[in-house]
C-alpha cells in the first residue's frame, strides 16, 4: 500500500502544472491527489468520502462505479471499512489490476501528467465563435421552479457545489450514409480521461475545495450518420439521434439535452449539470465539422461539443479545450482579441464584466488565462473568469458570494419556563442572480446543516432540525433549561453545509423559574420596533418605518413568499428613533416584483423581525 508521501507526487504531477493550484491543505501538509477504490466487489465497506472529508480531505469527482478522486491532507490516512476485512483502498500510484472505467482513467491521468508542459504548444487555430447562445437565453416560462428557485433550463448558474457531467460518445451506425470513423478503445480512454484532467483543472482551483464533479460515461451510442461530416448548424440531426438513443428524446435537442443532465442531477443529488458531446475525428484531414467550426459550448448549458482533434490542437490537448469550453458552459466569456468581447460586457450570476479582455483597453492583464485559449499545462484563471464563474467573495467572508448569503435565524414562537421551548426557522438566501444572459431566477445551493443554541456564554448544543417544504430552509426546536433566576440570553445560530455562520446570531431574553418567561410578543425591552408599511396593500410603492432605542447596525429586506431575497432596502447604521426605508416594488436587477405577499425582515445585533406586505399591481 503506497503512504501519503508517494501519493504527494500526484500533486506535483495533477494540481500544480506549470506552478499554479493549492500548495497546502487544511490539515497543514501538501496536498495528493488519490484514487479511492473498492479492493474486492464482493466486500462491502463504508463509503470512504466521510472518512476522507474526516480526515481533512475532500473528494474531487465521482464515478458510477463508486470509485472517486480525493484530494488529502498529508495525515496518514490510507484506507476505512468495517469487519475483518477492509472494503476501501487508497491508490496513489498507477492502480496495479484495472478492471473499471475509473481505474483506467485513473491510469491515464497519472501517464498523461508524468509532464504536463509537454503537451506544446497548441498550433490550432483560437476557439474564435466558440460561446454560444442557446436559443431559450433569456426566456422567463419555466416548466416548473425547483425548491432552490432554480428552473427547468437552470442546469449551470454558477461553478461551485457538486456538478454533474454526462459525457457522451457518439458513433456512426452507417444507416443514413457510409462510417468513415470508429472509436477506438484508447481513443475513448483518451477523451474520457482529458474530460476529468479538465474538470480537475477547475476543481483543483475552485474557492474553499467547494467545488466537485460526478460523471456519467456513454459510449457507443448509435447515430444514423458520420457527425464530423456535418456543419455544425446540423448539430441537431446526431445530437436529436443521440438523445433518443439514451432515452431522453424532447421538442428539440436542447430540451432533450437538459432532459438528460436534470435526470443526471436529480438521480445523484447534484446542484447543477451539463452534457459534453464528443466526435470521432481521427480519419478527418482537418479534424473540423464541415463549416470549419470543431469545439464549441452553449452559454449556461446544457451542452458542449468536442471533436476528438479540435483542429491543430489535437488530441494531446483535448483537456485544453474541454476545460475552456467548461468556462463557456458557466458563462465565462472569450478573453482572446478575436472574440472582439468588450471589457463592459457582463456575464454570470454575480453580473461580472470582461476586464481581462484582450479586445479594448481593460484594466486586467492576464495573459495565461484558460479563457484566453492558453493550454491547460501553464493555464491560470483570471479575475474576470472567476467572477463570471461565480468564484468572487467580495465581502471578504470567505465564502463565494453565488453560494447564499450568511444563514438567517427566525423564531417563530417562545414559551416556557426554567425550560425554554423554541420554535423557528433557519435559511440559506440567495444572491441576487444579476445574470444578463440566463433565466433570471436567484438561486442558494448552500443548505442548513444545523442550528445551534447556548444560554449565555455556555457551550453551543445542536437544536432538533425538521423538515419543511424549501431546500436550505428546515424548522428547527429548542428545549433548554435555564438558570434558576435573573434574566439570561437565548442565543441561536445557524450554520451551512459549506461552513457559513449566522452573523450576527438571534439573541433572545429568557428568565429562569425564579421569574416570568419572556413571551413571544413581549421579550423584554424592545430594541428595535417595527412599526408598520404605508401604504398596505400597496402598488408600486409603500414605506417601512422603524424605531430604535439607540444607534445600531441594521439591516431591512425584502423577501418573497418562499424566503428568496428580493431586494436588500437598508444596511448600516440608523440613528435613535424613527427611520423609515422605502421600497419601490422591484427586485435586485430593477425588474418589477409581481403581485404577492411579501415580508420586510429587519435585523440588528440582538434579533431581527418580519413584517408582512401585500404588493397588489
Request: glycine share 12%.
Amino acid at each position: 500500500m503506497p503512504r501519503i508521501a508517494r501519493a504527494s507526487l500526484c500533486l506535483l504531477f495533477l494540481l500544480l502544472p506549470g506552478g499554479a493550484g493549492p500548495g497546502s491543505a487544511g490539515a497543514g501538509g501538501p496536498e495528493a491527489l488519490c484514487l479511492i477504490t473498492p479492493s474486492d466487489p464482493l466486500v462491502s465497506g463504508d463509503d470512504p468520502t466521510n472518512a476522507v472529508r474526516a480526515a481533512g480531505g475532500r473528494v474531487r469527482h465521482v464515478f458510477p462505479d463508486g470509485s472517486s478522486l480525493a484530494g488529502m491532507g498529508s495525515l496518514g490516512w490510507e484506507k476505512t471499512g468495517s469487519g475483518p476485512r477492509e472494503g476501501w483502498t487508497l491508490f496513489s500510484g498507477p492502480h496495479p489490476n484495472p478492471r473499471t472505467l475509473s481505474e483506467r482513467i485513473w491510469n491515464r491521468l497519472l501517464l498523461s501528467a508524468e509532464d504536463p508542459l509537454a503537451k506544446g504548444e497548441a498550433v490550432g487555430k483560437p476557439l474564435v465563435g466558440d460561446a454560444l447562445l442557446p436559443p431559450l437565453a433569456g426566456a422567463k416560462a419555466e416548466i416548473s421552479l425547483g425548491p432552490d428557485g432554480a428552473g427547468f433550463w437552470d442546469g449551470s448558474e454558477y461553478l461551485l457545489g457538486k456538478v454533474g457531467v454526462a459525457v457522451v460518445l457518439v458513433e456512426s451506425d452507417g444507416r443514413a450514409e457510409p462510417s468513415s470513423e470508429d472509436w477506438t478503445e484508447e481513443e475513448k480512454l483518451l477523451v474520457l480521461s482529458g474530460v476529468v484532467e479538465a474538470m480537475e483543472f477547475w476543481a483543483s482551483r475552485a474557492p474553499s475545495g467547494l467545488l466537485s464533479f460526478t460523471y456519467e460515461f456513454h459510449t457507443d451510442v448509435p447515430v444514423s450518420v458520420e457527425p464530423i461530416r456535418r456543419a455544425q448548424r446540423e448539430e441537431g440531426v446526431w445530437i436529436g439521434e443521440a438523445l433518443e438513443a439514451l432515452g431522453f428524446g424532447g421538442a428539440n435537442r436542447f430540451q432533450g439535452a437538459q432532459n438528460l443532465v436534470n435526470d443526471l442531477k436529480e438521480r445523484r443529488g447534484l446542484d447543477w449539470a451539463f452534457a459534453v458531446f464528443i466526435v470521432d475525428s481521427s480519419e478527418d484531414e482537418d479534424g473540423m465539422f464541415a463549416d470549419g467550426t470543431f469545439a464549441y459550448a452553449y452559454l449556461g448549458g446544457p451542452y458542449m461539443v468536442l471533436t476528438l482533434d479540435n483542429d491543430g490542437w489535437g488530441p494531446p490537448n483535448f483537456a485544453s479545450v474541454c476545460a475552456h469550453e467548461t468556462g463557456h458552459i458557466f458563462y465565462a466569456l472569450d478573453q482572446y482579441y478575436a472574440a472582439h468581447v468588450p471589457c463592459d460586457r457582463v456575464s454570470g450570476y454575480l453580473g461580472w464584466e470582461t476586464r481581462n479582455s484582450q479586445y479594448g483597453s481593460c484594466p486586467e492583464n492576464d495573459p495565461h488565462c484558460i479563457m484566453r485559449s492558453s493550454p491547460i499545462g501553464a493555464a491560470t484563471i483570471s479575475e474576470t473568469a472567476r467572477g463570471q464563474v461565480g468564484w468572487i467573495d467580495a465581502d471578504g467572508d470567505g465564502f463565494p458570494e453565488a453560494l447564499g448569503r450568511r444563514p438567517t435565524v427566525e423564531i417563530l414562537s417562545l414559551g416556557g419556563a426554567g425550560a425554554v421551548r423554541v420554535d423557528g426557522r433557519a435559511a440559506v438566501l440567495p444572491h441576487p442572480n444579476r445574470n444578463p444572459l440566463g433565466y433570471g431566477h436567484s438561486i442558494a445551493i448552500d443548505t442548513i446543516a444545523t442550528v445551534e443554541y447556548r444560554i449565555d456564554s455556555g457551550p453551543w448544543v445542536r437544536a432538533l432540525l425538521r423538515e419543511s417544504g424549501a431546500r436550505g430552509q428546515p424548522r428547527f426546536s429548542i428545549e433548554a433549561a435555564v438558570p434558576d433566576s435573573g434574566e439570561h440570553r437565548l442565543i441561536v445560530r445557524a450554520v451551512s453545509a459549506a461552513g457559513n455562520v449566522t452573523d450576527p446570531p438571534c439573541s433572545l431574553a429568557v428568565r429562569g423559574r425564579g421569574g416570568s418567561p419572556a413571551p413571544a410578543a413581549d421579550r423584554g425591552p424592545q430594541p428595535i420596533r417595527v412599526l408598520g408599511n404605508r401604504p398596505n396593500p400597496f402598488n408600486p410603492e409603500t414605506e417601512v418605518a422603524i424605531e430604535s432605542d439607540r444607534p445600531r447596525e441594521v439591516r431591512a429586506a425584502v423577501h418573497d413568499a418562499a424566503g428568496a431575497l428580493v431586494r436588500v432596502l437598508f444596511s448600516g447604521g440608523v440613528s435613535g428613533g424613527r427611520t423609515v426605508f422605502r421600497w419601490d416594488g422591484r427586485d435586485e436587477t430593477g425588474r418589477e416584483a409581481p403581485s404577492g405577499r411579501y415580508f420586510c425582515r429587519v435585523v440588528h445585533s440582538e434579533g431581527s423581525s418580519v413584517l408582512p406586505m401585500l404588493l397588489l399591481r
